[in-house]
């Protein structure tokens, strides 16, 4: 049964609305990179004092307000028991500061990075941009992190349980050092591999962010197929999972989702930033005064909705329904949620739109998604993933 009615609301969603709500509304003001900062230094000193008093017993209101449990939302999928489909997608814990308590906020999983071998600063600011109207951002942030070696640090730092034994799944977001050639590639993933494996419940190889040059041509399917073979070559190697860019072709997706299926992954992301502007490509960025078609970076949010629908029933109609799926892009709603399960997506990650819409954009969705369980007969979960049933 629900933990809480859905009448109950989210005092936490009220309180961050009326705080940052008027700082979102718009383009300009405080810079974007530099709120995610303030909030994950926050985060941090949570995750590694979690225990204390004072802190437990605000992560305890936080888990209250917030998380919404119910037998019929929970799945296991590539040895992972998901107490709920919604995620935190890769990219806002790049080094896996808070990993500590990402259940208290509702999410079933949470991806953390994405993490590189080689520390990297990332590309120069500004790098990251409000696009308030359309519910979107635009980055470049490249991979911006601390290394694989340091998250390890991170990590042992914050005592979490061993995987299978989490309040909330963790996979591990790995990408390509700057520095490392496309031919050295596939020793540079196996390193951070190596290194953070242990702490993993599942690892995503990240081969289609547009900010780290030659990045993308690592989804050819050669590359990739070398890059998965030697993955698996370590001992220990967790359940693999590929994240896709929005921007290939139908040929190219269907080559993915068949190298993906052959080679045994656990799973496929899709989709990632797009470079593809959208129907925005004369939106105007406040902070250069550039059209979105002069600047560089991906797209995320609101824009990718129907594009991230196409390409997860793409997946699906090639690669079965053996084959678990992610869907992540442009959720920031119930019914953006219900649409991409029964799309054929089997989880459910967001960002952006829970940065835009705020914490209790996780219990809504969760809400949705029960309701319309009931609303159409389904047992659980698992009996609309792929259903084409539409949102009522």
Known sequence: ???????????????????????????????AEDMTQIALSTLKQASLHRKWPVISSLLGEISEDLQRQDERLEQRLFGCHFKNPVGLAAGFDKDGVAAGIWDHFGFGF??????????QAGNPRPRLFRLSAEQASLNRMGFNNKGAAEMLRTLDKQLLPKPGERAAIIGLNLGK??????????????????????LADYVVINVSSPNTPG????????????????????EGCPPLLVKIAPDLDNNSIDGLARVAFEEGLAGVIAVNTSINRLGLENRVIHKTGLS????????????????????????????GKELPLIGVGGIDSPEAAWERLAAGASLLQIYTGWIFQGPALVPLILEGLLTQLDRHGFRDISEAIGSEVPWT
């Open 215 to 234: 990045l993308r041509d690592l989804q050819n399917t050669v590359q990739l197929r070398r890059l998965i073979e030697r993955l698996r070559r370590l």
């Open 110 to 119: 949470a991806e953390l990075g994405t993490v590189t071998w080689h520390a």
């Open 177 to 198: 050092s700057k520095v490392t050639s496309l031919e050295e590639a596939p020793d540079d993933y196996a390193s951070s591999l190596q290194v953070l494996a242990p």
């Open 1 to 31: 049964m629900t933990k809480s009615p859905t009448t109950k609301g989210s005092q936490v969603g009220r309180f961050y609305k009326q705080l940052l709500g008027p700082i979102l509304s718009k383009d300009g003001g405080f810079d």
């Open 292 to 319: 979105l078609k002069e600047e560089t970076g991906g797209l995320s949010g609101a824009p990718l909705r129907a594009r991230a629908v196409e390409v997860i029933r793409r997946l699906r109609a090639v690669a």
